[in-house]
């Protein structure tokens, strides 16, 4: 019976983050929407613009921390280039982390042109968190746009994002991202599949319960006066600034329209190690936060539903495993059941055979990518365990 109650416990909550929580966000916000169309065709009608009430022009800081990107660097300040924002109330300001190839040489190219472009440069490596807070304490904008050198705007994206931050009670809102069509090997198609579907969730999240908890990192705008100060080790920072935000009660939400484009790692070691990190600064800002976040019952339900049941699935995981080996001996069920997860672990095994030799099934790779999730996931546990004492980071591998 004690077996069988662990095995219950943990499948459901296994079920309930993966599959009927998601169902239920996704079915609330189609009914919101629909309410909202309704009542959209009953009155004058309300642009998109009109919805974010802000037709008043606020100074913008465009905050791009780096390390050795020169070869995105260049298209990454070229689209913002071609903002439709007014060039006088738009900075641009890139944070060098002691990038020793030619980013810096180039950064400084834009800015002999007599653009609104600055390089403020580090000469040691200290790690982004550090490199935000530098760029946060001069940049002169009421809003600040934190983003990433290869996420690369829509001519846009800088006034959507303004518009949106400018509504009462919001404090941060993001962009939606588009995976690169060129990227369709390795990993990628699943990755981004994943991507796409956390998008479309997150903004469900912000429509039914009003705000989400962790904003794409990629591309988000935040009020300058709630930037918080960013302890230096910390990993994942978007989290971080995201969580601070909802404590001091503003809303954190997603503007469907600001869209973003951004490449997708697509080598299978490449992308767990990135998955490592991300894991070890998600359980950092768990401890940090605790899993109730928000005096807020709905926001607390929501980020323990979606991200802390998430982060321990690996260990759920292992509980369902293990009762089930002990199960199965006593019911052809649990027989059968075990039977289930050891040809899923097969099929990845397959998969990475397959991966050897430079080859790969579509639908195998969703099994990899699953496991692979949660053993990074496990990894990045125990790194958090182990202690982490500076938030320096690698760029994800160009092709």
């Known amino acids: 019976m004690a077996a069988e109650l662990v095995l219950f416990v943990a499948a459901m909550m296994l079920v309930w983050s993966y599959l009927l929580y998601p169902a239920l966000v996704f079915t609330l916000a189609a009914t919101r929407k629909k309410n909202r169309a309704i009542r959209h065709n009953t009155t004058a009608g309300i642009t998109d613009r009109e919805q974010y009430n802000a037709p008043a022009i606020h100074p913008v800081s465009v905050l791009i921390p780096v390390y050795n990107e020169e070869k995105v660097i260049s298209e990454k300040l070229t689209s913002l280039m071609l903002s439709d924002y007014p060039d006088e109330f738009l900075e641009i300001i890139v944070g060098s982390d002691a990038s020793d190839d030619s980013t810096d040489d180039i950064v400084r190219s834009f800015d002999a042109g007599g653009k609104r472009i600055r390089l403020h440069r580090s000469d040691t490596r200290r790690g982004k968190a550090a490199m935000l807070n530098d760029l946060a304490a001069i940049a002169g904008g009421d809003i600040l746009i934190i983003t990433d050198a290869n996420v690369i705007f829509s001519s846009d994206t800088v006034r959507l994002l303004a518009e949106g931050i400018s509504a009462p009670g919001i404090g941060l809102c993001d962009a939606s991202v588009t995976p690169e069509a060129s990227s369709a090997h390795g990993v990628a198609p699943q990755e981004n599949f994943y991507s796409r579907y956390e998008s479309a969730l997150k903004n469900a999240e912000s429509v039914v319960w009003g705000t ?136 990845s095994a397959l998969d990475l055979a397959l991966n050897l030799q430079g080859r790969s099934m579509l639908y195998l790779r969703y099994v990899t990518q699953f496991l692979m999730m949660n053993a990074a996931l496990t990894e990045g546990f125990l790194k958090v365990l182990t202690g982490i004492k500076n938030g320096i980071w690698e760029p994800t591998k160009r092709d």
Not at 287 to 294: C, H, L, T, Y
Not at 309 to 321: A, D, E, I
Request: glycine share 6%.
């Open 212 to 347: 989400m908890t962790g904003p794409y990192g990629g591309c988000y705008a935040i009020r300058h006066d709630l930037f918080p100060f960013i302890p230096d080790n910390t990993l994942v920072d978007d989290l971080f600034v995201g969580l601070t935000v909802v404590r001091k009660n503003y809303a954190v939400v997603n503007i469907p329209s600001a869209s973003v484009t951004e490449d997708t790692q697509s080598d299978l070691a490449g992308q767990y190690k990135r998955r490592v990190r991300i894991a070890a600064g998600s359980y950092q800002n768990l401890f940090r936060f605790g899993p109730f976040p928000s005096p807020s019952i709905k926001i607390s339900f929501s980020f323990f539903s979606h991200k802390v049941l998430r982060w321990f699935s690996p260990f759920l995981l292992l509980l369902v495993f293990m009762t089930t080996v002990i199960l199965s001996a006593s019911s052809v069920f649990y027989f059968c059941l075990l039977a289930l997860q050891l040809i899923f672990i097969l099929l």
